[in-house]
Every structure is written in structure tokens, then in C-alpha cells.
């Protein structure tokens, strides 16, 4: 194994070794880095620009000889060298775009991979059935979608049309309720199993059920002070748990069942005690050496950090853990599973809870106006307001974008997850499972669901792969600054220093999760050996 | 339970269900050549025939609308003729006077005007079309030549001509695409669309090669090809007249669909500013030109974004409709709860029939 690996990472550095060799001498073909001097009207500071650019991108030596230099920069001095126009460092920038592209794509990757696979699996459990068509339909249409067509238009909608409305007081329209509604009873009649008595009732079901929700949002202008409150949280706390028990374990399986139960009930339970500590009251400034207070940039007042909620959110599955341990009987492994999984459910049910209860300060803060929903970058500068109100902004950048980024990679994740889960079913083991007589939803997630994740695992990790600079379209859009934009913003201005830092970080993060995938692979499934 | 009568039509017959599989399967092919076969199985895929319609429509109406090179169309105007400033909007209308619309007609203008450049929108998003559809036309022609002949001697030889071929892929991988299309343009000194177009064919054909190489990995060993080598058959008709037969399914789907993704490139190529250069227009510069005006005249850039994703999802459709009409694993198997039901009757039927 440790042959292989090393194998393979030496045979991705010549790889990447010759790559770069041919980027930056195509950069360098690609034009002339000094034409932008051009507009300088003062010749001898036009010529102190010359020299500093020629300098900086050694255009006194032959284009090899530029290579050369540039990769003796980087191996010796870990240095990526200047920007051409600005004289900075390139290394400030990646430390300014890293985080900002990672902040675009890690939410957009998150919800298409939980999507994507959820939805690829119930329509290979409903294979051929109108849902199946329907859904394969729609990802046909987003493999279609030119993320910049479709970034352009929800770039009016969510930015003019949506804020528009919000301003209008947030009612919805009667056609809108019903077209709704309409959409969600022929989901339900297309997802439900078995005879049309049984589809009728689930479409009505569904179809009743969104007009009300609609309905009831339109009525109390809820958009516009959006939250749950204490009442609303038990009911979806409640609805989780018992989802999750009927999905992992199955509601015979009493010794999870009630672990699950009683996790709920603690975090119902702790709503009101956690209020006061979500808003900042200080219990203690650091723990574990983590600062979990402090003052934020913009607000004079101590405000809770990041590092805070993933505390409280470590804190919930430590709890989850422990009840499914304590009253697990003889299976305490899943029980302690079920209620983890609970737990950690519901502490973000709590947290969008939370970051709800700003939004009104939020859209009524001075620099919103009004205004929520963002197009042009990754913040607003200027907010004042605790944590939550950050939260709020940043949400509120992120929602169009990732709606953008999702578009492709969630067809993908259906198609992949639902062939995956096809391919899986055909098997052997899943009869073998069947006449067992174990039950469909054992069958299900037991034995089919593990098993079609395996190749999944592999695509996400390319994914990961190509997703940090895949963004570039989305950032030019929506005005990110992020990895995309250096390596455009390069490429326009044929400064190679840049392009190539661009293409060392994804190139580099390629080989790696490359490999990550065959190795994941060969651990995942015991038929596949890597090395031989 | 049910009584079920020994001679009851509806009673399933006491013999092995794979049996009825394949003697379902067997009555579908008899007699057919596998060509026949694809095609018959390529023209009942309901989803690839409509987008096969749909695209002949397109190309036909993109070509023949505003002409091809010296040959006029039948469309009023040219993507460089300036047009007389009327209305701006479109006159296109698909609803009939009786429901309170302008009437079903075409118009002079049915996707409106760019008023600021006195173009007809109709004749420059048909002119678009054309590029973008002949940009993927010189991509599909380069990308398949290139990626089966790497792919075909990679799997074909093996050993370390396999290993220098995929190392050369993994390298052109590697390169990000707009790069090689930001240099084109500038180093080749040619405008239009032709810098993209070679340069998109130069560099999509590594996933094709990869796809034919596992092929040939998989093909080479079987005893057909053994039975040619012993009848001293050159290399080259090996891999050419016996094995790359067996890999056109493979092919054919994955050209179609790198040719759905190849509009995808070549627009967002134009979008970014490295596409097709001036005065060639292709659906993505037309896209890129004009999303500022999405709010005050959406028509000028719906216009192509529309013909965008019909030509993709025509393509994707006739992929698919090619993928199942290829895959001789393609059978229609019937469903998991058919299966149960089918066999829980058989089993309720012995039951009955050894009672005594």
C-alpha cells in the first residue's frame, strides 16, 4: 500500500510537473503583459511601470529560462512570486481567496451531495414509475442549464423580484398557492407506492398540506420574521427523531427507538436554557483553549464566534452518544448512532432557529434597507450586529450562488446515487437479504444503501476535487473574490505568476483527492486491491 | 384464501421465471442483424426520436433561416444588416386572437430588436446556433479521431506504450481548458470561431480515450481476436476490423454527449471572453453581450440561453436513447414487486396443485 501511494504521488508530480511546464509557456503566448502601459501617458513613469513588470515576470530572459525561474522560486523559496500589476504578494491573495471560494462551494457541495443521493435513491426504489421520470427529466434539463444563463436570471429573481416582494409584505398569490400545492400532490401521487386509493391519499395529503403551510406563511407575513419558536421546534425535533428511527433502525427496534426518544426530549427541553447562551451571555471566554467569545470586528459588544456553535454542536452528539449508550441494552453501537444522528439533527434545526430570529434586525439594519437577498459578493461591509446577524448576511450572499452551483452537481449526484443503488439491487446479496426475510427497510439501508455509497465515495472525492476551481463562472457572476476570478483576472492580463498559483493549488488538490479516491475505494470494497 | 382454479387463464404457468425472461428477449431479437437490432431499439426510445425531431428542426431552421456562407436564406435580414428601428419587442405571438392575444404569427421581428446595434435578434441568435452547432461539429470530429486512436493503441499495445499514452492524457487533463483558448486566438492569429473549435477538439478527447481503452483492455483477450492473430491477421486490421467494431456503442454515446458538453464549453468560454471572437457571434458571446438587459429586454437574452439548452437536452436525450439502444445488457426486466408477485403466485399455485 505504502509502495502504491508513493508510486502514484511521484507519478502525479511529473504530471504536474510537466503540465506546468506547458501552462506557463502558453501563458506566455497567450499576449503581451506590458499592453496595459499602453495607457500611461507619462513616459518616464511608463517606464519605471515597464521595468517594474519585467522585472517581476522576468521578461528579460528566454520564456524557458521565465519557467525556470518561477519553479525556483516556488521549490526553493515556497514563494508564488508578485502580481504583475500590483507588485503584491500572491501568497496574500490565495490567503484572501482560499477561504472565500472554499465559503462559496463547501454549502453548495454539502446540500447537493445529501440531495442529490437522497433523491437518487427513492427514484431507484420507484424505478420507472412517474417520479422516476419526472426526476430524470429534470436532471437532463440542469445537465442542460448554462450555469451563467441560469446565474444571470436568478440574479434578478432573488436580487429585484424576491426583495421586491419582500417589501410588498410577503403575501403570496392565490395562483401561486395552488400551482404549489398542485406541484407537491403530483410528487406525492408519483412517490407514493402501491394502488391509486393509497397515491390519491398521499397526493391530497401533500397537496392540503403545502396549501396550509403556504397559506399560513402568506397570512402571518412570516418571511419577513421568519422563526419557530418554541412550539414549531418541538413539532420538527419530533418529526426528526421519528424519521430518523423509521429510516436507520426501524420503530420495532425499541432499545434505539427510545435513546432517540429521549435525545429529543433533551433537546426540546434545553430550547429555553440554550436561548440566553446562543445570544452571548458569556459563561466563559475559552474552553479548551478554543475563544469562543470575543469581540467581532464590527461590534464593540462581546459576541459569540463559529467556534462556539461547533462546541454546542459537538456538545449535542456527545450527548446523543451518551444516552444511546447508557440505555442501548445489547445493541449499543446503533443506539448510540441513532441518537447522535438525532441530536446533531436537531442542535441545526436550533441553530436556523436562531440565525431566523435576527433576520428582522438583519433586513432592518442600515446598510440592508430593506434589501436582504445579495448578488454582488461575499459580505457587506459596514454591518453592525452580533453573531447571528453575520450569519444572516452571509447567508444571504451565499443563497443565489449555491443555488447556481448546485444546478449540475445535484443531476449528477441523482444520476450517480440512483444507478449506483440500481446496480446494487441486481446483486446476488440483496435476493440472498430478501429471503432471509429481513425486512425492506433493512434490506434497503442495510445491505443496499452501504454498499452503492462505495462508488459514490469515489465521485465525491473527485468532485471535491475539481470544485475549487470549478467555481469560475459563479464567482465572475455574482462578483466573488475567490480562486476563479485570480486565475480569469490573470489569464486577462497574461500574468503567469498568477495563473500558475491557480493552477499548483487545484492541480495539487486534484492529484491528491485522486488518490484519496482510489485508496477510499480499495478500503471501502474488499474486492478491489490497489498496487497489484 | 382465494380458490384458485387448476385451469384458471390468469394463473401463472409452472416453469422458471428466468425462462420467460429470456424467451421475452429472444421472440424481440429473432432473426435481427445487431445493427437492426440498435435500430430498432434506438427508434422505439420514445425520449431520443422527439430530440432527434427537435434537433433536425433546429439545424434546419438555423441553416436555411439566414443562409449558410454565400448561400442566402430565407429570413428577411442578416446578422450584420442594420434593420429599421420599429417596436423593439418581439412579435413572435403563440396566442390565438380568441384568447385575447395578438394571433398566431411569426412577425418581422419574432425575437425582438437590439435596438443599439440595429440587429434582428432572430437572424443573430440563428446565426449563433450555426456557429456554436459547427464549433461542436469540428469538436466531435477532432476529439473522436484523436481519443480512439490514443485509446485504441493504449489498450491495443499495453505495456509502456499504454503507460506513455495515459501519462500524456493525464497531462492534457490537467491543463485548464481556457488557458488553451486564451492562447489560441493570439498565438494561431486567426479570429472567428476557429481558434475554439481546434482548440475544444484538441482537448476533450481525454475521457474517450480513457472509455476506448478500457474497452480494448477488456476486448484483446477474447478468443475472436486470438482466432485473428492465429489466422496472421496485421495489428491493424485487428484493431480496426475486429475489435473497434465492438466498441462503437461506447463511442457513438460518448461523442454525443461531449458534444452536449462541448456547447456548454464553447458558451461559457464566450461568457467568460475566451470563446468565439469577433465578428463571429455564437450563442455564448450572444448570452454574454447581453446580460445586462435581462431586466429592461429579456427577449435579447433568453433568445439563446433557450436555444442552449434545447440543442443540450436534445443531445443528452439521443445519448441516452443510443446508451440503451447499445448496451446489449439493456433487457426489460420486469420490476421487483413483478417479480415478487410473480413469485408468491407460483408459490400459492404448487401449493394448491400438490393439495390433495
Known amino acids: ?532 | 384464501m382465494t380458490e384458485i382454479e387448476p385451469d384458471d387463464p390468469s394463473r401463472p404457468e409452472h416453469r422458471p421465471l428466468v425462462d420467460e425472461q429470456s424467451d421475452f428477449l429472444q421472440a424481440e431479437v429473432a432473426g435481427l442483424s445487431q445493427s437492426q437490432i440498435v435500430r430498432r431499439r434506438f427508434f422505439r426510445h420514445r425520449g431520443a426520436m422527439i430530440a432527434l425531431f427537435m434537433l433536425v428542426f433546429i439545424i434546419i431552421l438555423a441553416v436555411t433561416s439566414v443562409g449558410w456562407g454565400p448561400i442566402p436564406g430565407w429570413w428577411k435580414w442578416d446578422h450584420t444588416e442594420l434593420v429599421p428601428i420599429t417596436d423593439e419587442r418581439p412579435t413572435l405571438s403563440l396566442r390565438p386572437t380568441f384568447l385575447g392575444g395578438a394571433g398566431i404569427q411569426f412577425g418581422d421581428h419574432p425575437f425582438g430588436i437590439d435596438n443599439q446595434a440595429g440587429k434582428d435578434m432572430f437572424a443573430l441568435t440563428m446565426r449563433g446556433v450555426q456557429t456554436s452547432l459547427a464549433v461542436i461539429f469540428v469538436l466531435g470530429v477532432l476529439a473522436t479521431t484523436i481519443g480512439v486512436v490514443i485509446g485504441s493503441v493504449s489498450g491495443y499495445y499495453g505495456k509502456w506504450v499504454d503507460a506513455a499514452l495515459m501519462r500524456f492524457t493525464d497531462v492534457i487533463i490537467v491543463i485548464p481548458l481556457l488557458v488553451i483558448t486564451a492562447v489560441a486566438g493570439y498565438a494561431l492569429k486567426l479570429s472567428g470561431m476557429w481558434p475554439t473549435a481546434i482548440a475544444l477538439g484538441l482537448f476533450t478527447w481525454t475521457g474517450l480515450a480513457r472509455l476506448v481503452r478500457a474497452e480494448f483492455l477488456a476486448l484483446r483477450e477474447r478468443e475472436f481476436v486470438d482466432a485473428a492473430r492465429v489466422a496472421n491477421a496485421p495489428d491493424r486490421r485487428i484493431i480496426f476490423k475486429h475489435i473497434l467494431p465492438n466498441c462503437v456503442g461506447t463511442i457513438v454515446v460518448s461523442v454525443t454527449l461531449l458534444m452536449g458538453a462541448g456547447i456548454l464549453t464553447e458558451t461559457a468560454l464566450g461568457f467568460l471572453g475566451f470563446g468565439v471572437r469577433p465578428p463571429d457571434v455564437s450563442l455564448g458571446t450572444l448570452v454574454s453581450a447581453y446580460q445586462g438587459a435581462y431586466q429592461s429586454r429579456p427577449w435579447l437574452f433568453l433568445w439563446p440561453g433557450v436555444f442552449v439548452v434545447a440543442i443540450v437536452l436534445c443531445l443528452q436525450f439521443i445519448g441516452d436513447g443510443l446508451r440503451d439502444a447499445f448496451d446489449p445488457r439493456q433487457k426489460r426486466i420486469p420490476g421487483q414487486k413483478d417479480l415478487d408477485r410473480g413469485l408468491m403466485d407460483r408459490a400459492e399455485a404448487e401449493i394448491l396443485s400438490s393439495a390433495p
Open chain 1, 1 to 532: 500500500m505504502a509502495v502504491y501511494i508513493v508510486r502514484r504521488l511521484v507519478a502525479a508530480a511529473f504530471i504536474l510537473l510537466a503540465a506546468s511546464f506547458i501552462v506557463y509557456i502558453l501563458t506566455t503566448f497567450a499576449g503581451d503583459p506590458l499592453e496595459f502601459t499602453l495607457a500611461i501617458t507619462n513616459p518616464t513613469q511608463r517606464q519605471a511601470v515597464i521595468d517594474t513588470v519585467t522585472e517581476t515576470l522576468s521578461l528579460d530572459v528566454p520564456r524557458v529560462q521565465r519557467y525556470l525561474n518561477w519553479l525556483h522560486r516556488l521549490v526553493v523559496e515556497q514563494d508564488f512570486g508578485l502580481v504583475s500589476q500590483t507588485q503584491q504578494p500572491i501568497s496574500d491573495e490565495l490567503a484572501r481567496r482560499l477561504p472565500t471560494t472554499i465559503k462559496l462551494v463547501t454549502g453548495a457541495t454539502i446540500l447537493s451531495i445529501v440531495i442529490g443521493i437522497s433523491v437518487g435513491i427513492i427514484t431507484a426504489l420507484r424505478q420507472y414509475s412517474g417520479l422516476d421520470y419526472l426526476v430524470t427529466f429534470v436532471t437532463f434539463v440542469f445537465f442542460s442549464l448554462p450555469v451563467f444563463w441560469v446565474a444571470v436570471i436568478l440574479k434578478a429573481w432573488g436580487g429585484i423580484n424576491f426583495n421586491d416582494w419582500l417589501r410588498d409584505g410577503a403575501h403570496f398569490s392565490t395562483t401561486f398557492i395552488v400551482v404549489i400545492a398542485l406541484v407537491a400532490a403530483l410528487i406525492g401521487w408519483s412517490s407514493a407506492g402501491g394502488r391509486w386509493p393509497r397515491k390519491a391519499a398521499f397526493a391530497a395529503g401533500a397537496g392540503v398540506a403545502m396549501a396550509a403551510l403556504l397559506a399560513w406563511i402568506s397570512a402571518n407575513q412570516w418571511m419577513l420574521n421568519p422563526g419557530f419558536g418554541p412550539v414549531i421546534f418541538s413539532l420538527i425535533s419530533i418529526g426528526i427523531t421519528v424519521l430518523v428511527i423509521a429510516v436507520l433502525v426501524g420503530w420495532r427496534s425499541s432499545d434505539a427507538r427510545n435513546a432517540a426518544l429521549v435525545t429529543c426530549g433533551i433537546g426540546i427541553l434545553s430550547y429555553f436554557p440554550l436561548q440566553a447562551v446562543l445570544n452571548g451571555v458569556p459563561i466563559t471566554s475559552t474552553l479548551l483553549g478554543v475563544p469562543v467569545v470575543g469581540h467581532s470586528a464590527n461590534t464593540p459588544a462581546p459576541t459569540i464566534t463559529i467556534w462556539f456553535i461547533v462546541l454546542l454542536g459537538l456538545i449535542a452528539i456527545l450527548i446523543g452518544v451518551a444516552v444511546g449508550y447508557l440505555m442501548g441494552g445489547y445493541d449499543r453501537g446503533q443506539a448510540a448512532r441513532t441518537a447522535a444522528i438525532t441530536a446533531f439533527l436537531i442542535s441545526i434545526v436550533m441553530f436556523v432557529d436562531q440565525a431566523m430570529k435576527s433576520w428582522y434586525e438583519y433586513t432592518n439594519a442600515s446598510v440592508i434597507r430593506g434589501r436582504p437577498i445579495k448578488t454582488i459578493g461575499a459580505s457587506t461591509e459596514r454591518l453592525e450586529g452580533s453573531f447571528w446577524v453575520i450569519v444572516d448576511n452571509t447567508f444571504s450572499h451565499l443563497v443565489l450562488p449555491t443555488m447556481a452551483l448546485m444546478l449540475i452537481s445535484l443531476a449528477a449526484y441523482t444520476r450517480y446515487s440512483r444507478a449506483s443503488m440500481l446496480e446494487v439491487f441486481n446483486q446476488d446479496y440483496i435476493r440472498t437479504a430478501r429471503a432471509k426475510g429481513l425486512t425492506e427497510r433493512t434490506v434497503v439501508v442495510r445491505h443496499a444503501f452501504r454498499n452503492a455509497l462505495i462508488p459514490l465515495a469515489t465521485i465525491v472525492a473527485f468532485d471535491i476535487s475539481g470544485i475549487i476551481g470549478g467555481a469560475v463562472i459563479t464567482e465572475r457572476v455574482f462578483e466573488w473574490e475567490g480562486m476563479g476570478s485570480l486565475f480569469i483576472d490573470g489569464l486577462q492580463q497574461f500574468d503567469p505568476n498568477r495563473v500558475m498559483a491557480f493552477f499548483v493549488i487545484v492541480g495539487g488538490v486534484a492529484v491528491v483527492f485522486n488518490l484519496l479516491a482510489d485508496i477510499m475505494y480499495a478500503a471501502l470494497d474488499p474486492r478491489i486491491r490497489v498496487g497489484e
